[in-house]
């Protein structure tokens, strides 16, 4: 298939294309550097335009060029406290621009869509574990961007007939031990790799921000799930839809949740090295605990992660990072 990667050289989609790749697709990639790495994108076997996703006329004649059968859309701005001191950033970074980009992919025929979505649309559990019918009432303008554009997708279906699958991360992590990528954010806001940068001495302590929740070490608690799963999600979501699948939104977690303390204590073991934590207060909009029901992608896409356990993703994480 040919298929178009926004944001294909950040974190996941980066690993996303080298799954493609390896899947035998036809990939065109389009990413604007601004938080991508060029060197995170195989050196050869894919189509590559800098630009941002919201420059229509070439993102549109790219995709026409390219023949764009289907597009995953990871292009986004991620950071929730940024999305609450400056909210413009998000609905122009992530939502101006999915509309920008979805106006191009209905202009060049494209049919099938899936949306690297999130969490947080979710807000303040009401119920743990979540599944997909947990009333969606996102707590911050990440959360309510990431909504607005599952909603425009839900429209652009009954309208246009397009064919599209939310896939709700909980929280990625880990590496593809294979293709040595790595994760890269500047500022890194990550637990995993925070967590990995202090056992390396790239940092001198690890704060964990609140030790008095409902929770057995009094840490939150949150479900990790490897990027190599997410990318097998995502195959799984665009054979789902190149059948005539159902469209909607599908949860991508283990099930199993997992403290920021029991993080820190499995990266000790992992690493051998000493890591230094410090208390912090708690952050504004933490709740206690957010684990996935993951039950509907079990059913309609027929996946489980594989790599389940916090041991793996940190282990796969740590063999990259520190080589």
Same mark, same amino acid.
């Given at each position: ?20 790749? *390896?899947?035998?697709? /036809?990939?065109?990639?389009? /990413? ?6 060029? $060197? ?5 076997? !894919? =189509? ?6 919201? $420059? ?49 992919? &209905?202009?060049?025929?494209?049919? &099938? ?25 996102? !707590? ?9 554009? =599952? ?10 007939? &397009?064919?599209?699958?939310? &896939? ?7 590496? /593809?031990?294979?293709?040595?990528? /790595?994760?890269?954010? $500047?500022? =890194? ?42 990318? $097998? ?9 190149? @059948? ?5 939104? !599908?949860?991508?977690?283990? +099930? ?12 000790? @073991?992992?690493? +051998?090295?000493?890591?230094?934590? =410090? ?33 793996? !993703? ?6 990259? *990072?520190?080589?």
């Amino acid at each position: 298939m040919r298929v178009l990667v926004t944001g294909g050289a950040g974190y996941v989609g980066s690993h996303m294309v080298r799954a493609l790749v *390896r899947a035998k697709h /036809d990939v065109l990639v389009v /990413d604007d550097l601004s938080a991508g790495h060029a $060197d995170a994108l195989p050196p050869s076997g !894919i =189509e590559f335009l800098q630009a941002q996703v919201s $420059d229509a006329p070439r993102v549109l004649a790219a995709m026409r060029d390219h023949g764009t059968e289907a597009i995953l859309h990871f292009a986004s701005r991620i950071q929730v406290g940024e999305s609450v001191v400056d909210p413009r950033k998000y609905y122009t970074g992530n939502l101006a621009a999915a509309v920008s980009l979805f106006e191009s992919a &209905l202009d060049a025929g494209v049919k &099938l869509a899936v949306l690297s979505s999130t969490a947080a649309v979710y807000g303040d559990p009401v119920r743990v574990p979540i599944d997909e019918e947990h009333p969606t009432a996102p !707590i911050n303008p990440y959360g309510e961007t990431k909504l607005a554009i =599952e909603r425009m997708l839900g429209s652009y279906g009954r309208a246009y007939g &397009l064919r599209w699958a939310a &896939l709700r991360y909980f929280n990625a992590a880990g590496a /593809d031990v294979q293709s040595g990528l /790595d994760e890269r954010h $500047d500022p =890194e806001t990550h637990l995993v790799p925070i967590v990995l940068d202090a056992a390396l001495g790239r940092r001198d302590h690890v704060t964990i921000f609140g030790d008095d929740y409902d929770t057995p070490d009094g840490t939150c608690i949150r479900d990790y799930v490897h990027v190599v799963d997410l990318c $097998d999600a995502h195959l799984a979501a665009l054979e789902h839809l190149q @059948r005539g699948g159902e469209s909607g939104a !599908i949860n991508l977690g283990t +099930g199993a949740g997992h403290s920021v303390a029991e993080v820190v204590d499995v990266a000790r @073991r992992v690493t +051998g090295r000493t890591i230094r934590v =410090e208390k912090g207060p708690r952050r504004a909009g933490d709740p206690p605990r957010l684990v996935a029901s993951v039950e509907r992608a079990a059913r309609v896409l027929g996946w489980r992660a594989r790599r389940a356990t916090l041991e793996q !993703i940190v282990r796969d994480a740590w063999t990259v *990072r520190s080589a």
